[in-house]
């Protein structure tokens, strides 16, 4: 893959974080119960209020990739742009700045993200490294 697609690549998995991070705040900050019924059934909010989506969606951007390193470029550009649209619309249409706490969790996270997607598309190669780091 060309360099320019790489770079496009990237610019795609951050404009997709931007618009979950969007999404997820705006899930935060609308009443469950001014979302049409059948989305109060799947409770959509709560879903994506948890960690484990957030998790599974870099777990299969990363595995998906074909090597390590634009693994761990496409999952860090997915969790800047999380934070960026999840930042922006907190600011921008709820009025106020979240705890700077829960913000440094996400920071720390992000960092941490692109050696963790290494990790993960080791996992899903064969041999034992691979089958140590799927059991862990």
């Known amino acids: ?19 979950m991070g969007v999404f997820a705040k ?13 989305l109060q059934w799947f409770d959509i909010s ?4 948890r960690f484990a989506v957030w998790m599974f969606i870099a777990v299969v951007i990363a595995v998906f990739r074909k090597y390590p390193l634009k693994a761990g470029i496409n999952v860090f550009s997915f969790f800047i742009g999380m934070l960026f649209g999840y930042y922006l619309y907190t600011r ?11 913000l440094v969790i996400w920071l720390i996270f992000t960092v941490i993200s692109p050696f963790a997607a ?14 140590g780091i799927s059991s862990v």
């Open 1 to 19: 893959m060309s360099v320019q697609k790489q770079i496009v690549s990237a610019v795609l998995v951050l404009l997709f974080g931007f618009a």
């Open 118 to 131: 290494f990790v993960c598309w080791y996992a899903r190669g064969r041999g034992a490294l691979a089958a």
């Open 46 to 49: 709560n879903f994506f209020g």
């Open 26 to 38: 705006f899930l935060d900050c609308v009443p469950r119960n001014e979302f049409p019924v059948f």
């Open 92 to 102: 921008i249409f709820a009025g106020f700045y979240p705890d700077i706490s829960y």
